[in-house]
T-cell receptor, first 108, second 114 residues
C-alpha cells in the first residue's frame, strides 16, 4: 500500500513557465518531507525539504508547499529551465517512503 | 569527494546464482540504506542500518541479506537470485543532527536476473 503517492507520472512545461509537481501521503504522523531529483543513470539527489511545522519552504527557484489537513505537498519550480528535466521523487523523511516519481520535461 | 560509491554498476546473473552488491560512504554517516527501484514503483526500502552493528528490515526484505561491515560499508547479498530481483539498486547514507533525514545516494547497480 503506497503511503506516498505521486499521481502524475509525467509533466511537460515550456521553459520559463512554472512547473508544479504534486504529492499526497496517507499517514498523518509523517512530519518531514523531502524532494529528490534524479537524472538518468544517476542516483537521486536532495533538492528541498519541509518540516510539518511549516507550510512553505523556499530555496531559489524551488518552493515546497505543505497542506497538512489535505495531506498534500507540492513542488513549484519558477522559472523552469531545460536543465530541470529529470524525475522528481517526494519522500516522507523519517520513514523513508518514496513516491513513484514524476518525470518533468522542460521544453526549450 | 566520492560520497557514496556502489560496485558493480551493472551485473547479469542467472537464476539461482548469488552475488553481493557493495556500498561504501566517506561522509562519516551513521545510517545506511539499500533501496530498489522498479518501473512504476518508485524507490522501496530493502534494509537499513541505523548505526554500525545494527540492521533492520525495510519494506521489501525477502530474498536479501545485508552486512554492515563497518561504519563505511554496507553490503547487500542475494543468496539465490530470482528474475523478480531484476531491478536498479541504490545505496544511500544519512548523517546526524538537523540533516539526518537527507539521504545521499550512490549511482546505482543495474541488475538483471535471467
Amino acid at each position: 500500500d503506497q503511503q506516498v503517492k505521486q499521481n502524475s507520472p509525467s509533466l511537460s512545461v515550456q521553459e520559463g513557465r512554472i512547473s508544479i509537481l504534486n504529492c499526497d501521503y496517507t499517514n498523518s504522523m509523517f512530519d518531514y518531507f523531502l524532494w529528490y531529483k534524479k537524472y538518468p543513470a544517476e542516483g537521486p539527489t536532495f533538492l528541498i525539504s519541509i518540516s510539518s511545522i511549516k507550510d512553505k519552504n523556499e530555496d531559489g527557484r524551488f518552493t515546497v508547499f505543505l497542506n497538512k489537513s489535505a495531506k498534500h505537498l507540492s513542488l513549484h519550480i519558477v522559472p523552469s529551465q531545460p536543465g530541470d528535466s529529470a524525475v522528481y521523487f517526494c519522500a516522507a523523511g523519517n520513514q523513508f517512503y518514496f513516491g513513484t516519481g514524476t518525470s518533468l520535461t522542460v521544453i526549450p | 569527494n566520492a560520497g557514496v560509491t556502489q560496485t558493480p554498476k551493472f551485473q547479469v546473473l542467472k537464476t539461482g546464482q548469488s552475488m553481493t552488491l557493495q556500498c561504501a560512504q566517506d561522509m562519516n554517516h551513521n545510517s545506511m540504506y539499500w533501496y530498489r527501484q522498479d518501473p512504476g514503483m518508485g524507490l522501496r526500502l530493502i534494509y537499513y542500518s541505523a548505526s554500525e552493528g545494527t540492521t533492520d528490515k525495510g519494506e521489501v526484505p525477502n530474498g536479501y541479506n545485508v552486512s554492515r561491515l563497518n561504519k563505511r560499508e554496507f553490503s547487500l547479498r542475494l543468496e539465490s537470485a530470482a528474475p523478480s530481483q531484476t531491478s536498479v539498486y541504490f545505496c544511500a547514507s544519512s548523517g546526524q543532527g538537523s540533516s539526518k533525514n537527507i539521504q545521499y545516494f550512490g549511482a546505482g547497480t543495474r541488475l538483471s536476473v535471467l
